[in-house]
């Protein structure tokens, strides 16, 4: 079975400081991981996502995420935050299911940012 | 604009009552999926469709039913609701359902079961 782990659920940072969200995962099988953002009163949109290749994966907005198969981790980073990155992240790993995808979030970690 | 969308955008329910939430894309993708999303919890899959015409169930089926019959809707409805259904629903699809696929999600509906 698959499960994600979100390390922390709230992280308060300042505003231009850096900043890494932790996920740690579980798959028996190949690994696809997936870094989505919630912000206020919308829906989930992809921030970035590792399939292969390159473990280091470039997303929107500035954010990136490191895939370390050995430390089975898939954390994401931001050199400097702005207070739009106020939002909640979920992590996900994806799977298949009866011939579907299943994607297994994380719990999600609220990013706060402070002026 | 290309995207998902769904209706109501919230809801206020007495218990024991059916209530269908509406969800259509445009973007032609193949496979459709409803979640909740419950604070601390996540988001918990409850229904997916691979093509229009399948069904399966997800995590948390129970008390919910879908259908799709055409490609752009894949309505969800609550038989008969209960309080433990309040929650947030999130309509999403991806092209092919495949693992590599990204989720497209719509804005949400907001239930409250009274």
């Known amino acids: 079975a698959q499960s994600v782990t979100q390390l922390d659920s709230q992280v308060p940072v300042f505003e231009e400081a850096p900043v890494e969200l932790r996920c740690n995962y579980s798959s028996s099988v190949s690994v696809y991981l997936f870094w989505y953002v919630q912000y206020p009163n919308q829906g989930l949109q992809l921030l970035l996502k590792y399939l292969s290749g390159s473990t280091l994966v470039k997303g929107i907005n500035g954010f990136e995420a490191e895939f370390n198969k050995s430390q089975t981790s898939f954390h994401l980073r931001k050199p400097s935050v702005h207070i739009s990155d106020t939002a909640e992240y979920f992590c996900a790993v994806s799977g298949t299911e009866q011939g579907a995808q299943k994607l297994v979030f994380g719990q999600g970690t609220r990013l706060t940012i402070n002026p | 604009i290309a995207g998902i969308t769904q209706a109501p955008t919230s809801q206020i329910l007495a218990a024991g009552r059916r209530m269908t939430l509406r969800c259509t894309q445009d973007?032609?993708?193949?496979?459709m999926y409803w979640y909740r999303q419950d604070l601390g919890l996540g988001l918990r899959l409850i229904h997916y469709s691979n093509t229009a015409g399948t069904t399966g169930k997800g995590e948390v089926p129970d008390g919910y039913s879908v259908s799709r019959a055409n490609t752009d809707d894949f309505p969800l409805t609550l038989a008969s609701a209960v309080p433990s259904q309040t929650s947030v629903y999130f309509c999403?699809?991806?092209?092919?359902?495949?693992?590599?696929?990204?989720?497209?999600f719509g804005p949400g509906t907001r239930l409250t079961v009274l």
């Open positions: 999403a699809s991806s092209l092919t359902g495949a693992t590599t696929d990204t989720q497209y």
């Open positions: 973007m032609r993708h193949n496979a």
